[in-house]
């Protein structure tokens, strides 16, 4: 792989990643990951520290190789050196081709490879259909139960008994929340008691983007036949992140989510809205959703949160054999009030501040690290669907116009405001905006954006008009 090659999917990769954990993870883990080098099915990253190398090896190394792994297939094992003074201290360079006993020899340890829950073996060797990796950290036993997920967990619990048993209660199980309220935990947990339970189910778990590129892969192969029968003969179908399939991939999901109910098999979907908020999907198949066991998982309330927080204290503690005094654990559940990832991001940025400066973990240290994360999320977390709902009720422009292809005036500039909005007011990306607006081009977000901008310059009535859609959305 040429070394622009290199660069361009190591972009690609930090893009998902970042997508995956959050800016605030994103910054504190993996901003200072660079990539060294790629020799043969190894990718080879350099870190400044050695506790950032240690750190991420040991805790995020399976999502890194399943970022890759969707461009470039071949990368199984990855490795994290030190980087000093902007030089990686080891290159790894390719082992002689005559010698295959030395390569064994002298290659690093490859990291545990992430378990694909797949149990379909009449895929030949190679075959692309496989379902997307699954965290192994996600489990029921490391899930945090309170009473804002409270039913969301003994539904998930029930759902994984059921398929083991050849039964199915509710069907389809549709949990919705906002980002970070552990749907996605679910969802892995559920895969894995499922699997551990009974090996000989075919399980799968997709995100949408893998469904996306299942589904566009099989058609340019010309081979959407066989991807549909791969589907079909599922036992368990869990779709996560439901809100980004678009097109005609939305299409064959509501295709094959008929099929799989037909059949009586089972099917879980996760978003992070209720089904009728997703505009993308054909009217029968949101009904379809909606005529399932729906269940919103809400914020969580400070006692689930200190749990969460305490949770991850105590694993810092017999990782790194720190204490997390309980005045700390109080001031992190009262203080980051958003969502689970930023409580872990608030713990790990704590480990990190005591790792690289042997400072003791306290209230003030906390105060110091925590404070741009507790004030970013002081004001009221704004989705696009509050932005298309909101756009659209003052417009008096009906939500699919703003999704759709439609170049009128009156359906133009609504639109474009709208991006504009999620722009500044989510922490979405131009691609994930793109999307979730008809699945437009990040570059069409970026006109609209610039455009807004250029006519809020010259129009002071325009910005008065924008500042009353904000407060309206942060109120």
């Known amino acids: 792989m040429s070394e622009a090659d290199g660069r361009a999917l190591w972009a690609r990769v930090r893009a998902r990643i970042k997508a995956a954990v959050g800016e605030d993870v994103f910054a504190s883990w993996f901003a200072r990951i660079e990539l060294e080098e790629i020799v043969g099915d190894l990718a080879h990253l350099s870190a400044p520290t050695r506790f950032l190398c ?13 970022a890759f792994r969707q461009d470039a297939a071949e990368i199984a094992r990855l490795q994290i050196t030190l980087r000093i003074n902007g ?3 080891v290159k790894l360079a390719p082992p002689p081709a005559d010698a295959p006993g030395r390569e064994a020899a002298s290659a690093p340890q490859p990291a545990p490879a992430t378990p694909r829950l797949v149990r379909d073996n ?9 379902g997307s990796a699954v965290d192994p950290r996600m489990t029921f036993a490391t899930f945090v139960a309170g009473t804002p997920n409270e039913i969301a967990l003994g539904v998930a619990k029930q759902v994984a008994n059921a398929v083991t048993s050849g039964t199915v209660s509710f069907n389809p199980v549709y949990i919705h929340s906002t980002v970070g309220l552990g749907k996605s935990h679910l969802l892995n947990a559920i895969a894995h008691a499922a699997i551990s339970a009974d090996a000989t189910r075919n399980v799968v778990y997709l995100t949408a983007d893998h469904f996306m590129y299942h589904f566009i892969t099989a058609v340019q192969r010309q081979s959407a036949i066989g991807f549909k029968e791969w589907l079909r003969r599922v036992d368990l179908l ?17 295709h094959t989510l008929g099929t799989l109910l037909t059949g009586a098999k089972q099917v879980v979907v996760a978003a992070d809205a209720p089904p009728r908020d997703l505009e993308m999907l054909d009217e029968r198949v949101r009904s379809r959703l909606s005529g399932g066991l729906v269940v919103p998982i809400t914020g969580f309330d400070f006692d689930l949160r200190r749990s969460i927080v305490q949770r991850r204290a105590d694993q810092a503690s017999e990782r790194f054999g720190m204490h997390f005094p309980a005045p700390v654990i109080d001031y992190i559940a009262r203080a980051v009030v958003s969502h689970g990832r930023d ?9 990190a501040a005591n790792q690289l400066t042997g400072e003791l973990i306290t209230v003030p240290l906390a105060e110091k690290t925590l404070g741009d994360l507790i004030r970013a999320r002081e004001t009221r977390r704004v989705r696009i669907e509050d932005i298309l709902r909101i756009v659209s009720r003052h417009y008096k422009v009906p939500r699919n116009e703003l999704l759709s292809s439609r170049r009128s005036r009156d359906v133009v500039r609504p639109r474009q405001i709208a991006m504009y909005l999620a722009k500044a007011l989510t922490s979405r990306s131009l691609p994930e905006i793109g999307r979730r607006f008809g699945g437009r081009d990040h570059t069409t977000v970026l006109h609209s954006v610039r455009k807004v901008e250029q006519m809020m310059r010259d129009d002071g009535e325009l910005c008065q008009e924008i500042e009353l859609l904000k407060r309206m959305l942060e109120d």
């Open 238 to 254: 869990l779709i996560d992140d439901m809100q980004f399939l678009q097109g005609k991939s939305a299409t064959e999901f509501g």
């Open 343 to 351: 409580l872990d991001g608030a713990v790990n940025r704590l480990v």
């Open 54 to 66: 240690s750190w991420v090896q040991s805790n995020y190394s399976d999502r890194i190789l399943e």
């Open 122 to 130: 009449s895929a030949q060797k190679g075959d692309a259909l496989s």
């Open 87 to 89: 030089q990686a201290r």
